[in-house]
C-alpha cells in the first residue's frame, strides 16, 4: 500500500491509495460516516483496472488525517471482533 | 539438422539441398524435429 | 455483532453474521475471494515432454491444482527479503518425473515441503500413452486472487439478507404460495400456512405477488447476512474467515502507519 496526498486542508484531504480497492475504502468509508465529526467521506474509482481510488474526507473541525486514523482503528476492532466470536462459535 | 522419422523412427540427418525433406533410409517424408535438451519455463498462466 | 453457525467443515462454511453494515459484511466477501493469499504454482520448468499436451496447456494445468497453504513459513515474494528473486522462504519447488502408459495426478507431485502438498490428489494432469514422458519442476509462491484465479483461496462466497416472513391472521391456506415458491419454504400443516426453514428463502417473493389478500410477507432483514463460503482446499473453511478478517485488519494498520509517517 502506498499513499499520495493529492490535496490538504486543515478540514479538507484529497488521497490517492494506491494498490486497494472497495474491499477498504467501502469500509472504511462507512466507518468515517459514523464519526459525528466527519461531514463528508467518499472514494472514487475512476477506472477500475487503470486508475486508483481516491479517498476524499471533510470534517468539521478535526484534522482530517486523525479522521481517517482513527476509521481505521475502527475498522481493526469491528474485524478482531468478528474474528474473536466466529473462533469462539467455531471451536464450539 | 537432426530429425526424427516418424515411419523407420530413426534419428535421421537431413541434407536439404541434396534431396529436400525425406528420409535418406525409408524415404518417408513426415519428419519431426528433436526437442533441444536446455531446460524450458513456462508460466503458469 | 453477532454470529450463529449454522454449518462448518473442512471446505464449507455457512453462517448468519448480524448487526453489521452492509459495507463490513461486503468487504469480508470481498477479501475472501480475492485477497486472502494463497500457494500456487507460479511457473514450471520442464525438462521432457513428449506427451500430447503442449508445455503451457500442462502449465496451466498445473497452476490451477490447489495447494494446502503455510503461512507461516511463507511470505509474499513482494514482501520477502530476496526482493521476489525468489529464496526458500518465499517459493517451494514440486517436482514430477512420469512415464506412460498411465494418467498422472496431482497426488504424484512430489513436494520439497511436507507442510505445502496438493489440496486434493486426485486431480488429472494428463494421460500417457506409452514411451511418453514428462519430467517437470514446478515452482508454487504465494500470491492472491486479485491477481489470477489460480490464487483464490475462496472459490466461492457470497451472502444473502437475512429473510423474514411473516404470515397474517387472514391466511385462507388456500396453498397457491405453497406450490408457487420455488425452495419448498412453505407447507400447509393441520390447515395452517407454516414456514419450514426460512434459511433456505431466497427473497423472489413470488408467494407475496400470488396472495390476493397479501397474507403473507418477505422482507429482509436488514444488517442481518447469511455467508456462504466455499474453499479450494487450500485452507479448512474456518481458518478461511479468520485469515480474512486478518487480511483486512492488516490493511487497516498498514493504512494507520502510512498516514502516521506523512503527518
Known sequence: MKLKVIDKTDTEVRIEIVDESHTLLNSLKTLLLSDPRVELATYHIEHPTITEPILFVKTKDVDPIVAIKEASDKLVEVFEEFKNLFNDKASM | MVYYCTRCKRLVEIDYEAMGIRCPYCGHRILIKQRPTLVKRVEAV | ?263
Open chain 3, 1 to 263: 455483532m453477532d454470529i450463529d453457525i449454522i454449518e462448518l467443515s473442512d471446505t464449507k462454511a455457512r453462517f448468519v453474521l448480524n448487526d453489521v453494515e452492509p459495507a463490513i459484511a461486503n468487504g469480508l466477501r470481498r477479501v475472501i475471494l480475492a485477497e486472502v493469499p494463497t500457494m500456487a504454482i507460479d511457473y514450471v520448468n520442464i525438462y521432457d515432454n513428449t506427451s500430447v499436451l503442449f508445455d503451457e496447456q500442462i502449465a496451466l494445468r498445473m497452476g490451477l491444482i490447489p495447494l494446502i497453504t503455510d503461512l507461516e513459513s511463507y511470505v509474499l515474494p513482494e514482501d520477502c527479503d530476496c526482493g521476489g528473486e525468489g529464496c526458500t522462504r518465499c517459493q517451494l519447488s514440486l517436482n514430477l518425473s512420469a512415464e506412460g502408459s498411465k494418467i498422472i495426478y496431482s497426488g504424484d507431485l512430489l513436494s520439497s515441503d511436507p507442510k505445502v502438498t496438493v489440496a486434493d490428489e486426485k486431480i488429472p494432469i494428463i494421460d500417457l500413452r506409452e514411451r511418453q514422458t514428462l519430467v517437470l519442476e514446478a515452482v508454487a509462491k504465494l500470491g492472491i486472487g486479485r491477481k489470477h484465479a489460480k490464487w483464490q483461496a475462496g472459490v466461492g462466497c457470497g451472502y444473502k439478507n437475512m429473510p423474514v416472513i411473516t404470515i397474517k391472521e387472514d391466511c385462507d391456506s388456500c396453498g397457491r404460495c405453497v406450490d408457487e415458491c420455488p425452495r419448498n419454504v412453505l407447507v400447509i400443516n393441520n390447515d395452517k400456512l407454516e414456514v419450514t426453514d426460512p434459511l433456505k428463502c431466497n427473497l423472489c417473493k413470488l408467494c407475496m405477488g400470488i396472495c390476493d389478500i397479501d397474507a403473507i410477507n418477505v422482507i429482509e432483514k436488514p444488517n442481518s447476512y447469511i455467508f456462504n463460503i466455499e474453499t479450494d482446499g487450500s485452507y479448512p473453511a474456518k481458518e478461511l474467515v479468520i485469515q480474512g478478517a486478518d487480511t483486512i485488519i492488516l490493511k487497516a494498520g498498514q493504512l494507520k502507519e502510512i498516514l502516521s509517517e506523512i503527518e
